[in-house]
């Protein structure tokens, strides 16, 4: 019995280091119409929560998140909004729930997230670093703090 559980808590530390795509990176992107270059971290964490709706200038996100289980996912929710997918997972269920907005729509692919960016100039997204971007989509520069970092209304 004891090697069952010795063997079963490894089993959980393999499984968990897995799930944290420690070595996985994301590259955030917009449509390349958006004048923005340069956006903070806490501006792309707001985003992807509904938090900011309008880009400078009025015109309105489109944020769009990848499906839970992909690990651009897990590593854009670890590096970017310093959360789980799960702990976002109850977030958005709690404001769904209370009758407030819905979450970003999800794609399941890094070529489908590219597709929808391209196609909507107030898009923002996140793909695999390293993913050939193409035409009509252009990366973010994410910071902890930049001066030029001011693309977004603080109003929602």
Do not use: C
């Not at 501006?43 to 400078?56: C, D, M, N, P």
């Not at 996100?61 to 992909?70: A, K």
């Not at 252009?138 to 693309?151: C, H, I, P, Y």
């Amino acid at each position: 019995m004891r090697m069952r559980m010795v063997g079963g808590a490894l089993l959980a530390i393999v499984v968990m280091g897995a799930s944290r795509a420690p070595d996985v990176r994301v590259v955030v992107i917009v449509n390349s119409a958006n004048r923005t270059s340069t956006m903070r971290r806490e501006q792309v964490a707001k985003i992807f929560l509904r938090q900011l709706a309008t880009w400078e200038g009025g015109a309105e996100i489109l944020p769009v998140d990848q499906i839970e289980r992909s690990s651009a996912r897990i590593a854009f929710a670890r590096d970017v909004q310093l959360e789980t997918v799960k702990a976002l997972k109850v977030y958005w269920q709690q404001r769904i729930f209370s009758g407030d907005e819905s979450p970003p729509p999800e794609r399941v692919t890094d070529s489908d997230v590219l597709t929808y960016v391209r196609s909507n100039s107030g898009a923002i997204g996140y793909v695999l670093e390293g993913t050939d971007l193409g035409t009509g989509v252009k990366a973010l520069v994410v910071t902890e703090t930049a001066r030029d970092a001011t693309a977004v209304s603080t109003h929602s």
